[in-house]
């Protein structure tokens, strides 16, 4: 699910299970004593109180949770505490009594029936098994039958729930593969463009898109859809060079210090150019910042150090190595093992010292893409333009 869209549903649902948790309680304990079955009104014990002061509890630690980032997690904290409580609160009001168990909520009945809402077939086991537990254990520590109607009832419940789950992953799974290749196609599309502007950089977005991810997934701090986003990100880093005059991109020798200035423009041109674009957007620092350095003589913004975001900071990586060992128009490629060793030089000035770290253990990776690329159809493609534009 969307991180966006995955937020808003959590949102929704917390505020429906409460109103409906609470709801419930005050029409199943005062509304329906007092006024239909003229009984004594109240709770059915003194610990059930237990069971509100932990939910409200459990609003704060959800707060914490999307404040560090982590709204995935909201969901799992928020139904385990309030099974765990739920669970507790029932076997020491009824433990030991000769009250008649008789609890149970019809929020119970939404949790299950709200399953498909998150797409999430983990979470839909976790639900689904965690209420049917509950009432197992409760009616083996009771001993009582009165569970055995709940454990029928949500099994069903869950049995419809779940072909429902099934059935939106489907459809999602169907749009957003759609998406992605529509998406992809059009980024492929700005690419070649680009590279038939520079010849000399073929090949070179998607093999430092590719080195990129590797390092990122090896850092383990990116979700499916954000490793999408930075992909594509990656593939555009470079994107800002269109607005490049061919005289200076196709320079070679040194350029001098205006020349440089322009070229010191594209990282922001080309921020700026897909900064709306759904998919892309939020691995905007990808292309904004991938040539800034840990000791902040970078540019277009001379961050520093964690100033730069990590994204960029894994990208940065990647593209110095890609260009090291790819040939320009001034300079042959260095061989992989003279490129490793200057990213090692590099760390602590231009590199993160963090992901230099990981970069020497993806390094392997990293060599065998290098040595499966197909330069030879790069190297082609290199010749014919330069006999078609002498």
Known sequence: MIPHEEQRTVKWFLISFYIILFGYDIFYYYFLPIYISHEKPGLPGNYWYINYIVLLLLILVMLYISRINKQFLIKYVFFIGYLLTAFTVDIITYYGTADEYFSGNVVEVFLILSLPLFLNTRYFWLVSLGVTV????????????????????????????????????????????????????????????LELKDPYTRGHSERVANYALMLGQEIGKLSKEEQKSFYYACLLHDIGKVHIPDSILMKPGKLTKEEFEIIKLHPVVGADAVKNVDGIKDSICVIQSHHERWDGNGYPDKLKG?????????????????????????????????????????????????????????????????????????????????????
């Open 306 to 390: 964690n100033q730069i975001p990590l994204l960029a900071r894994v990208t940065a990586i990647a593209d110095a190595f890609d260009a090291m060992t790819s040939s320009r128009s001034y300079r042959a490629a260095l061989p992989v093992e003279e490129a490793y060793q200057r990213i090692i030089e590099g760390m602590g000035s231009q590199f993160d010292p963090m992901l230099v770290e990981e970069f020497k253990k993806v390094f392997p990776a990293w060599v065998k893409f290098h040595q499966t690329y197909p330069w030879q159809q790069e190297m082609n493609m290199k010749r014919r333009w330069t006999h078609e534009n002498p």
């Open 134 to 193: 509950k009432y197992l254990l409760t009616g083996i520590i009771l001993q009582t039958s009165y569970v055995i109607l709940p454990i029928i009832l949500f099994l069903i419940l869950s049995t419809m729930s779940y072909f429902l789950l099934s059935r939106f992953q489907g459809y999602v799974k169907a749009i957003s593969d759609s998406y992605d290749n529509q998406l992809q196609g059009i980024v492929k599309g700005v690419i070649a463009t």
